[in-house]
């Protein structure tokens, strides 16, 4: 059976409609609310308040987690805008610079199970470079909470790399990673795909130098090895969409959605299940990613 001329067009244009890259101006966004992401970051507040913040941060922390949560069970993926206050996103940066000739150009796993096949750098496929900062994410044994949480110090996996810092506290990568820890942790008793979540992986810092650079379309776990959330902060103030582009590109089912590296947007999704990619990028793209 086939279609006539007319419906057959009528068919094909639907298609690419449903397939036509949306990019809302604005995602989830507590912008309106003054305050709210202060319960996410380090508690500042002095003894004799501090139960009382602890119980105002408890809430924004809640009111957070159910936007988000609420989100990701009906997509497999959400967006929150200004998670991360700018002051935050550019000590990061500043700290991120200090390992600029440190970076290493990124790999892509080629096998069909996590144990075997090889990494390799194939930089038309994937043109990023990474640095792996390690620290605060031991799994709990059984039978001791398996809450996510952040403990020690956020530091360079490399030692060589850590022996060369002229510092040795990295206190804004360990608030961003914090936030993310405790966001991620409100989240498990409210999306049902997070509740068994225990632990989370290094933090991956990845830049993209522009010259049109990408990582093709693909899936983060495709060999079952125990990933289920992907979670990245982009660090990219004054991003120009027109002039830079280098959108992250959801396609989950019918829906394609582009996000665009933003200074303190937060993205997430299901690492199994939805399909991305990083477009061609034309200016420096920093992202801090984290895997659950």
Known sequence: QFLDADTGA???????????????????????????????????????????????????VGMIADAVGEHLDA??????????????????????????DCYEHSEIWVGKAADVGAHLQVPSVRGDKVLWMCGGHRAAP??????????GEIEPCKLDIKAEAPMRKFSAMKELVEAIDKLVDEMKGRVKRLGGIYERSDAMLAV?????????????NTTSDGRRLTVLVYLNPDWDRARDQGALRLTPGQETVDVFPEAGRLAMFYSADVPHEVMPTFGQRNAVTVWY
């Open 142 to 151: 059984e039978g001791v909470t398996r809450m996510v949480s952040t403990k």
């Open 75 to 100: 997509h497999g993926w959400a967006v929150c805008d200004n998670f991360l206050p700018l002051d935050i996103v550019r000590r990061v940066r500043i700290e991120a610079e200090i390992f600029r």
């Open 10 to 60: 009528a068919a094909v244009a639907a298609a690419a409609a449903a397939l036509e890259p949306v990019a809302p101006d604005e995602f989830i966004s507590f912008a309106s609310t003054p305050g709210i992401m202060d319960g996410l970051l380090k508690d500042k507040s002095k003894n004799a308040k501090k139960k009382a913040a602890k119980k105002t941060n408890k809430k924004k």
């Open 208 to 220: 993209f130098p522009g010259e049109g650079a990408r990582f093709a379309r693909h899936i983060d």
